[in-house]
């Protein structure tokens, strides 16, 4: 890869003695491409001072990043990933203070699409992944950047997995370890909801309460010792009430009323009447 982007030979490779570098055949490829490998001393971390200032200091910020947010330690290679992504848009000394992305790519490095680590998310779901009554959103953590692949990287709590997504709006107010309030407040949400929803039941039993609360008054009002009439009830059955379909409504409304048109009117017992109340009506119009 640095040869591709840069143009440039790799000539010297300096390690630790680690086994990642002697076995496997890794020598054997320096060799055949020409690439001198250098290894320091056992126990002599100084000759390599430049790579084990760097690891220090990707360990320290990922650290701090890590427990500022409260993340348990399974997410430290995340942490560090996005370090490394920071430092690499920040500020080098060795480089007179420029940019080492944009003295590596060439390109102004530009910064408004930096977020707070492990800041709560609410991550769009696709239309294909949801019904339409589901939630738009989920809550999820922002844990990195994408590197091969484009967006962010987030970490998905309630499916315990990685999932990456653009479409998302950010909330850098709120860590990771504050989910707790954020779950409550979306459970307060929801019981209001419920409450709601549940208004009719509510009033229902308010009512059943209130009728039994004012049994139990009249009851400890009223002597039982006293005689209580009986009470004679009507033995007339009642009828139900009988619900008609709308069409009777448009017949009642046609049903005895005026005629629509002239042979009706003739047909009519009142024949002669409508007769003359046309004549009349005619008459008007001529005369006016």
Known sequence: MVETETGLKVK????DNGGEYIDGGFSEYCAAQGIRMEKTILGTPQQNGVVERMNRTLNERARSMRLHAGLPKTFWANAVSTATYLI????????????????????????????VFCCVSYVHIDSDARSKLDAKSKICFFIGYGDEKFGYRFWDEQ??????????????????????????????????????????????????????????????????????????????????????????????????????????????E????????MKDEMDSLLGN
């Open 12 to 15: 010297c490779l300096r390690s």
């Open 159 to 268: 499916n315990r997995k990685i999932i990456r997504s653009r479409n998302v709006i950010f909330n850098e107010q709120v860590m990771y370890k504050d989910r707790s309030t954020v779950v409550s407040d979306v459970t307060e949400i929801d019981q209001k909801k419920s409450e709601f929803v549940n208004l009719g039941e509510l009033i229902e039993s308010t009512v059943q309460k209130g009728s039994e609360e004012d049994k139990e008054n009249v009851n400890s009002q009223v002597d039982l010792s006293t005689p209580v009439a009986e009470v004679h009830r009507s033995s007339t059955n009642i009828r139900p009430l009988q619900c008609y379909s709308p069409v009777l409504n448009y017949l009642l409304l046609t049903d005895g009323g005026e005629p629509e048109c002239y042979d009706e009117a003739l047909q009519d």
């Open 88 to 115: 690499n848009r920040g500020p080098s000394v060795p480089m007179e203070f420029r940019l080492l992305e944009e003295v590596w790519s060439g390109k102004e490095v530009k910064f408004s699409h930096l977020k």
């Open 270 to 277: 009142n024949s002669s009447k409508w007769e003359l109340a």
